[in-house]
Structures are given as C-alpha cells and as structure tokens.
C-alpha cells in the first residue's frame, strides 16, 4: 500500500494509509520530479499547468520536504518540524501566482514581527507598523528613525524590480533591467556596493545606536554569514524589509499546511505525487534523461526530469561520478554546506515569562545579546567549536497561530547553529560528537540556559520536549546534510553564478532533460519555490531550443 496525503483535526502533516489493493506502475509521463519539498513541488505545478503529465517521487512517507508539521513534543501542540515563518513566501511572485488561498492555505501573524530584547531590560522591536519600528530604533539612538525610515523607503523604491531580480535565473535580464533603470548609473554603483558590505560596516556607516544594528544582523544570521562577513548586510536588509512590509507569516495550523495546498493544487491539475518512493539513479540514454529507477521499478521520462534534491546528491549519487565531467567533479569537492542546526520545541503551559516588555507579542525572537555576541558565536562556528553562547531564534507559534496549541498555551521552539563535526567547546566543558547522549544533554542544558536568562521560569512551563541534533535532522530529510537547512551556503563564493559550482547560475546540468530544482541551485534557501519555477521553466523551454544545456555543458565541461 502507498501512503497518502490526508488532515489531521490539529493540522496537516500526518499519513493515512491508501486503500488496499494492486499499486499502481507508472511506466512513462512527461516529467518526473524528484523530492516533494516547496521547490519540487511548484515545478510539478508550474509543469502540470502547462498540460504536462507530472509525477513527484518522495522518498519519505509524506510529502513537503522541510516544510512539515506534526504532534511531536505533546499532544495538541503542532509543531513546524523543520522550517516555520514564510516571508519570502508572500513576497515571491512564484507563490502569488499559485494562489494557494483558493487550495485552501490561510496566512497568520504575530502582533510583532520580531523582537531582538538585551539583558539590560531595551528591546529593538520590527513591526510591520513603520511607527512601532521607528520608535524602538529610535530608543536606542533618536538620529537613527530618519535612517531606518530612509531604508525602509530605498526597499519601497526597489521592491517591485528587487525581488524578481532576486529570484529568477541569473542573467536575470527583464528584472535587472527594471532595476537598472530604477536604480541609474551612481545609484546603481552605490547598490553594487552595499550589496557586498559586511553588516557591522554597514551599520557603522548609516545608524549610531544598536537597535537597527541588532535587527540588521539578528536577520543576516538567519543565514550562515556572520556580521563582519561580506554580504551580510544585503542579507539582513532583505529580511528585515520582508519583516517590515509583509511579515514573518506562518501557515494556518501548520507548515504542513503549505505543503497541502501545493498537492491539493498539483492533484486538481493532473499532478500525482507518490511517497514512500526513494530514487536511486536518474537514467541517461545518449546524453540525456530518460527517467528514474525506483523501489525496483524504472519510470521513464518523456521530457524531462526535475531533481529536487542537494546538488552532490544528485550529480554524485543519483547520477554518479562516472558521468561527470572533470571539471564539475572537482568543483563539487568544493562545494560548501551552511551551518548545521539544533532544534529544540517545546509544548508550554503558558505563555514565555519575558522579561523585557514587548517580547511576548512576537512571533520571532533573538536570543543572542549585542552584536558583539553575535560575532563571538559566528567566530566559534568558523573556529569547529560548540558555542558557549549559542545565538537562538526563538519561534512563539501560538502567539503567531492560536490554533496551534490549546488556549493559554504556548507552541514554541528554538534552533541555533552548530559545528558540523565539533573540535571543541569554546566554554571548554563538552567533548565529543553529535552522537554522544552527554553532549546532546550538555549542549539542550546550554540552550535552555540561555532562554532562562530572557524569561526565568521558562523551564516550569514545559509539558513536553522534542529535540532534533544534526544527525537527527538528515535522517528525516536526507536534504538537510548534516543538519544544514539552506541547501548550500549563504557566502558570496557560493550564489549566483557560483551556485551550485561556477557556471552559469541556471537549473540547466550537463545532461539533456535534466534540471536542478532544489535550494542547491540559484537564488539558494528560503521557501520561495523559485528554484523549482526556475527549473520547471527552463524544462519547457528546453522542448523548442538546446542552447541553454548546450551552454551549460560547455560551462562545466570544456577546458581550462
């Protein structure tokens, strides 16, 4: 029997069993594609919209990738398993144009945006009110509401050419031209500089106080760059923009949610989706793919084949080393991971007992102390060391959904970055890996120090716990390698055409029919299904004209 899709009184996110009788075989469709994540998902719906016959593979027992839901740390309590706030969800035209609402998605938000508090009782606050933001910025430093005001109106100006430059493929020549244009010739020098500022240089040069600083950099670690690194101010301005005009949104009842509305959406067009379903080798024919093999069976590919997975999985694993050109085999000996995670949730019987006012609003929270701090833990990251101040983002999710958990309770979770495969422990205590039971209780005591240094008596509250380690992490999703959950790293080395190898930054392989589709691929992480529109649509353009996978084997191909 195949598992199924179904809903769950608390949300979406569990499986049901099929009726029984005979599986059904598919031989041929038009497309395959490989992973049922946000990426995979709407290249199925960009595919299926275009009269092609879909099949999605999902290896795992229900669809949605790292956007997932389910009951895990006490009954009634949903819990987002992996990611879980959406910006750039509402802000992507890819999403928009899928009007998931008609397929049943609804939107939520938290009063506040998010809330960055300091032990010394300030809070910076972002509100999608530019009042409520400009004041708290202000409390830091009165000079800085004109700055913060000023940025927010340089997003506004940009915002419609932005994003879309952001997101499709990269010469990204429609959209840079707007931006161009937008922006001018000085204007646009200027741009090119900020877009490779470190965030403390940016923050040195443009405000005086801490406040918009803590937002800026709070918001570029939700990445893998630290303030000093080159770029992270773009990054931080990005979200924290995101943050002040659309929100940090959350699905109701659920980030498995989402994932409905994308199958129920890929289902009424045609698409199926298959689980339980694990690809072992994309098949090549003549320099081009021709389908898949699967759970002991071959699924062949008319037009194309879609792979939403990591781009080593899929170049080393399911196509296999020996079809790889040189050249692309050593660039993938480079390839770079983000950070590897610990996530921690947590089913409360109340709300958070903040300390400082104003926290208790957000949906989002950084516990990370100054941006001081936060360059000491970006440094131990770099340095192999278990930090000894772990920077969390923290999530308040019944503040954000009332349906999450029962009344007066709260839905929480928190997930900070850590050595893949620690050297040491900056504080000098823990030893070992991610293995060992002493390090796991050793590192889950230091995480929920840190919360009680914000809201003492924090752990009174807690009625139930599930803990994610890195391992843990990649064994639910073999796409989260090592517990890395941006599909590849944030730094400027590795985006645009850089990402996955140096290339063309397209979804196009080397191979034929053949497409990159997951957060491996240009513009990288974020649940913005860019990457899938991305790929789906180079696969229909691929039907009338080879010269874009012409050129992408040459790229990877051809001499030094």
Known sequence: ??????????????????????????????????????????????????????????????????VKSAEVAAPGFVTDLFSSFYPMALASSVLRDLNLEAHGLSWCHAPSVLAHPLLDGRTALLSRDLATTTRSVAEFDSRDAAAWQALVSRWEDLDPWLVQTLLTPFPPVRAGAGLARRLGVHDGLRFARFATLSMRRFAQENFHGEGAALLLAGNAMHTDLSPEAAGSAMFGWLMAMLGQTVGFPVPQGGAGA?????????????????????????????????????????????????????????????????????????????????????????????????????????????????????????????????????????????????????????????????????RGDSAGVLSGGWGDPTVRRGFLDRIEARVEQFAPGFRDLMMGRHIAFPPDLEAANANLVDGCINGGTSDLSQQLIFRPTPGLGRPETHVAGLFLASASAHPGGGVHGACGANAARAALRSRTSGRLALAATRALAGPR
Not at 411 to 418: G, P
């Open 258 to 422: 989402l994932s409905a509305a994308l199958v129920r959406r890929l289902q009424a067009a045609g698409g199926q989706v298959r689980c339980g379903s694990p690809v072992s080798r994309v098949l090549v024919r003549d320099g081009r793919a021709v389908g898949v093999r699967c759970t002991g069976e071959t699924v062949s590919a008319r037009r194309a084949v879609l792979a939403d997975v990591s781009a080593p999985a899929l170049y080393l694993d399911l196509l296999g080393s020996a079809l790889l050109p040189a050249r692309l085999r050593e660039d993938l000996e480079r390839f770079a991971w983000d950070g590897a995670t610990v996530k921690v949730d947590w089913a409360l019987a109340g709300p958070v007992p903040w300390t400082n006012a104003g926290v208790a609003g957000a949906g989002t929270v950084h516990l990370a102390g100054g941006v001081d701090d936060m360059s000491r833990f970006a440094h131990s990251l770099a340095l192999g060391l278990v930090p000894a101040d772990p920077l969390l983002l923290f999530g308040q999710m019944t503040t954000a959904d009332p349906s999450r958990s029962p009344a007066g309770t709260e839905s929480a979770w928190a997930y900070t970055h850590v050595p893949a495969r620690p």
């Open 1 to 66: 029997m195949r598992p199924t899709w179904t809903r769950n009184s608390r949300g979406w996110g569990f499986l049901a069993q099929a009726p029984s009788g005979k599986d059904q075989v598919v031989s041929a469709v038009d497309a395959i594609v490989i992973g049922s994540g946000p990426n995979g998902l709407v290249a199925a719906n960009v595919l299926a919209d275009a009269g092609w016959e879909v099949l999605v593979l999902e290896a795992q027992d229900a669809p949605g990738g790292a």
